[in-house]
């Protein structure tokens, strides 16, 4: 046995579906007691890795260990942990009592400790004098709470939790929050919660885990993950935020929107193109005066409960997104401030788009399994292995997808601004990054076309 | 007034097609021998079809008929629903195999079934008899039991079978205790089906009986019908037939209606 | 053990009984009938079994003759049972659910005894038996098949497409000829595959509705195979399988068009 603090570690777990890769190479570990959020959009992941820590789902690769002991072939029913379900899955033909009692029974425990057990968890969902209620004549939260009984029960060293509230109204999802989080406190087990929905997830958390595409993007407090996201999948993930094209002018200034601002980032070398965050809450905004460090004209004001959010057209001709507690009107001109605390700078995972490609003959490259035109290469000969770089504003989308010369689907979009950042999966699950001033929608079917001339070519 | 053109419409046609039934009905009240004459009241007919010996080959048909029915529907039921449970779990190709795979004897006439199985059992050397009549009747009973205990499988919640796993019970457990009860009404209707059309069937039993001898209600009313002359007691037979179905449906029609009632009332909440 | 109990963990393998069941029980003999049709007695490969249907005018005059019959039958279905359905589907029209059991109730009696009470009846009646009863007994057995399939494509239709087209202006004729007629076409199909291929398969019925004077496919097939000529009867079999297949074919195409113009509308 291992020696290890970790109550959970997932070590290099990688699973795919078919064609489609849903975890690739995911190491993920989890302290005793924690409670650890698993965060991501729908078909991240997430539910996956979830499935197969409960033993409902195998691995290619990798192992899973719980308190130590590899568990990664031991089946469900022989896992020290237990599952509270997305839609609950009570079974329909047992009443309450029948439902929480069933793990007990199946363990043969004593009738008498089964019935003190069950009431005592009972209390804990705060179902008193429930036992006897059908089901099925449950409200949704009363169905959750019974789920969660049923599970902690068995007193488990881990309990999981596949986005228990997604069918709660909003006004439960947030009772229930609070309870989960007493609950969590007062067994003192470790949780692992899956939900796609960020807010619960900074709410509830002492770890979260953001996926996206079957990997692990970032893991840290719900405060570092809100405040120092690792790239812009994270920052326009958790909450609202203006992501930037920015450059590094040298240590401590950057320059974005047009402008250059004091910032208190270090170490990205000089005139480096950076991804820059900021978020709307951070803008300070000012009916026009000459103390501020941009101006520009408000666009829309939209009360959003609390604070208003309002989008402001700068001088230079970006937009941002601004939340505050005053109102401006549309029309009126604004001065605003960032401090240097404020702007996040981080590094672009890639700066153009890079293919591995084959050159089939001198004004044909073969990259993305389809073949390209591309100017005449008279050094380069048919076969030989090249790399293909394009800037992501010369790639082309059209409407019709039969008007590319391959066709792909828009999965993911960001807005910096001035224009839009896309990334479009192509047919062979090829990633092809986009810069583009048209509105997408997600998941459009689009066709893509590259000229000639924006094909850079280079031997490997 | 469009509705009662449409009203008359319908009882016409009822009319029309209860008119043959209604008749036998009503001549296997009287003792003649030829129908359309009516010799008075009797319910001579009736006993004398439950008397055994004069009509001793009818009532040892009656007894092939639903020992065969319940054989062939039990085994249907148990093998349709284990099916239906994989079916289920099954995505792309390969539950488009077996969903084609199914469909086949539903689809194919009778004739095509029971001749088709005819030439598999010659072919191996299987002497025809009681053993080839029910694995005919199993196969094209079957796959109305997996229509009837697939829709159960997919209103569940996906997830509760691994609940099940997931507090400790073993995989046999959680069929046990979680999955059966569930497809339970799928696989009673399943059962109902399969028994019916077991008893109904002709056209696939009369290639798969063999020449032992064996005879089931259709085989028997064939041969009977074939010599020309109707057998009187066959009125009351098809009279009680024609009442055990309508009572079957009767009761599948309630058990569909109040079920679906059920899951009203469940949606409402 | 380690696999078998890994297996039954899977549960998607729980299928794989019946698969080997239907390979066996369902394919294998398909396969078979295939076999025969190309074999003679001594079980040498041959066409000679097609030929002889083609030569033999009596086999063939009977495969049309049953084709005729079958369209009759068919086309008397839909136009008694098409209007039936449309009635027992319109809650305006028809608001109790048992009229639709007892319009399904004969397709769950023996087709038999149906058949022998459609001759009672006639007898009863003092009609000679004959073509007439043969179309008669036809229509009356098989209507319930026609009028079920139009019944639940109807009922299943989504009621604001006619909302839908009456909003849009559609007089009631328009909405009908628009909306309800091609929105139904599937449902009719299926009728058509319900009543169509039964009525050139079965036998027995024709022999009891006609006192033995009018032969059709099903009973020639038959006949062969209970006199022993089963590579012959194989053959027919096989004849018959290429017309359902056929027809299977037509019909799936209709509900594509069909299911098209639903979706246009």
């Known amino acids: 046995m291992k020696d290890s603090n970790y109550i959970i570690e997932f070590n290099h777990i990688s699973k795919s579906f078919g064609e489609k890769c849903v975890l690739d190479d995911v190491s993920l570990f989890v302290k005793k007691g924690e409670f650890v959020t698993i965060l991501g959009p729908s078909g991240c992941g997430k539910t996956t890795l979830l499935r197969i820590l409960a033993g409902f789902g195998t691995v290619d690769k990798g192992e899973i260990r719980i308190a130590g002991e590899d568990i990664t072939d031991v089946p469900p029913h022989e896992r020290p942990v237990n599952t509270v379900f997305q839609r609950y899955a009570l079974f329909p033909h047992l009443n309450v009592y029948d439902n929480i009692a069933f793990g007990l029974k199946l363990k043969k425990v004593q009738a008498d400790e089964i019935e003190t057990r069950v009431r005592k968890a009972l209390k804990m969902v705060g179902m008193t004098d429930y036992e006897w209620r059908d089901v099925n004549s449950l409200s949704g939260g009363q169905q959750q709470r019974v789920a969660i009984a049923r599970a902690i029960i068995n007193r488990p060293q881990v309990l999981l939790l596949d986005e228990p509230l997604a069918a709660l109204d909003l006004k439960m999802r947030k009772d229930m929050q609070m309870e989960l989080k007493d609950m969590h406190k007062t067994l003192g087990i470790t949780f692992v919660y899956v939900t796609h929905d960020q807010e619960e997830a900074l709410t509830l958390s002492d770890t979260i885990v953001v996926m996206s595409e079957g990997k692990v993007q970032q893991i840290g407090t719900p405060t570092d993950i809100y405040n120092e996201p690792v790239n812009a999948f994270v920052a326009d993930f958790i909450g609202e935020s203006n992501i930037l094209n920015g450059t590094m002018i040298r240590d401590k200034v950057v320059k974005f929107i047009g402008l250059e601002f004091e910032c208190v980032d270090e170490g990205f070398g000089e005139n480096m193109p950076v991804d820059v965050v900021i978020r709307p809450e951070d803008v300070y905004i000012m009916a026009h005066t000459d103390s501020g460090q941009f101006e520009g004209v408000v666009q829309s004001c939209i009360f959003k409960g609390v604070h208003y959010e309002m989008t402001v057209i700068t001088t230079e001709g970006y937009e941002i997104m601004i939340q505050d507690y005053n109102a401006f009107e549309v029309g009126q001109s604004v001065s605003m401030i960032i401090k240097p605390s404020d702007i996040h700078v981080m590094r672009k995972e890639r700066m153009c788009n890079q293919f591995e490609g084959t050159m089939v003959d001198a004004t044909h490259v073969e990259i993305l399994g389809t073949s390209f035109v591309c100017n005449e290469m008279a050094d380069i000969a048919g076969g030989e292995k090249v790399l293909v770089e394009v800037d992501f504003d010369k790639i082309e989308l059209m409407d019709n997808k039969e008007d590319g010369t391959l066709v792909g689907d828009v999965r993911f979009i960001l807005y910096k601004g001035d224009h839009y950042h896309l990334t479009v999966r192509t047919e062979n699950n090829d990633n092809v990054y986009v810069d583009t001033h048209d509105v997408w929608d997600d998941r459009d079917i689009v066709g893509i076309r590259i000229q000639p001339d924006d094909l850079r070519i280079a031997r490997v | 007034m469009k509705k009662f053109f449409a009203q008359a419409y319908l009882w016409l046609l009822l009319a029309l097609l209860y008119a043959p039934i209604l008749i036998i009905a009503i001549f296997s009240f009287t003792e003649a021998k030829v129908l359309g004459n009516w010799t008075g009241f009797s319910t001579k007919l009736y006993t004398s079809l439950f008397q055994s010996g004069a009509h001793h080959s009818l009532v040892s048909a009656i007894e092939n008929t639903l020992i065969i029915a319940l054989i062939s529907a039990g085994v249907s039921t148990l093998l349709g629903s284990i099916a239906a449970i994989g079916i289920d779990r099954l995505r792309g190709h390969k539950r488009a195999v077996l969903n084609t795979l199914n469909n086949i004897p539903m689809l194919n006439p009778d004739i095509i079934t029971g001749i088709s199985l005819f030439l598999l059992f010659v072919s191996f050397g299987i002497s025809q008899g009681y053993t080839t009549v029910i694995l005919a009747h199993i196969t094209f009973c079957t796959p109305y039991v997996v229509l009837c205990v697939l829709p159960r499988l997919q209103q569940m919640n996906p997830n509760i079978f691994e609940a099940a796993l997931d507090l400790g019970a073993t995989p046999f457990q959680a069929l046990r205790k979680v999955l059966i009860p569930e497809i339970k009404p799928g696989m009673i209707s399943g059962f109902i089906l399969a028994f019916t059309l077991s008893i109904d069937d002709f056209a696939v039993t009369i290639f798969t009986i063999g020449t032992e001898g064996l005879e089931t209600l259709s085989t028997f009313i064939y041969a009977d019908a074939r010599k020309g002359g109707l057998t009187p007691e066959l009125r009351p037979l098809s009279t009680i037939i024609f009442a055990t179905v309508l009572l079957l449906l009767v009761v599948i029609n309630i058990r569909a209606e109040r079920n679906r009632r059920k899951e009203e009332e469940e949606t409402a909440r | ?265």
């Open chain 3, 1 to 265: 053990m380690k696999w078998l109990s890994k297996m039954f963990m899977k549960r998607s393998s729980w299928s794989f009984p019946y698969f080997l069941f239907l390979l066996l029980f369902v394919v294998l003999p398909l396969v078979l009938i295939g076999i025969y049709a190309f074999q003679d007695d001594a079980g040498k490969f041959t066409f000679a079994n097609f030929s002889k249907f083609i030569s033999n005018p009596e086999a063939a005059n009977t495969f049309v003759y049953s084709i005729g019959i079958a369209i009759i039958t068919t086309i008397l279905c839909i136009v008694l049972g098409y209007p039936a359905a449309y009635i027992l589907s319109n809650r305006s029209l028809c608001r109790s659910r048992v009229m639709v059991v007892l319009f399904i109730l004969p397709m769950w009696i023996n087709i038999l005894v149906r058949t022998l009470a459609t001759v009672a009846l006639f007898d009863f009646m003092h009609l000679p038996l004959g073509e007439g009863a043969l179309i008669f007994g036809m229509v009356y057995n098989f209507l319930p098949f026609m009028i079920y399939p139009i019944y639940n494509t109807m009922s299943k239709m989504d009621h604001s497409y006619i909302e839908a087209a009456q909003d849009l202006g559609a007089n009631p004729l328009t909405v009908f000829t628009k909306v309800v007629l091609p929105l139904s076409m599937p449902g009719v199909m299926s009728g058509v595959m319900m009543v169509f291929m039964p009525t050139i398969s079965t036998f027995a019925i024709a022999e009891l509705l006609t006192m033995n004077n009018i032969k059709l496919f099903g009973t020639t097939i038959q006949e062969n195979i209970n006199n022993g000529m089963w590579n012959y009867g194989a053959a027919l079999s096989l004849i018959m399988l290429v017309i359902i297949f056929a027809t299977d074919l037509f019909s799936d195409n209709e509900e594509e068009m069909a299911s098209n113009e639903g979706g246009i509308i």
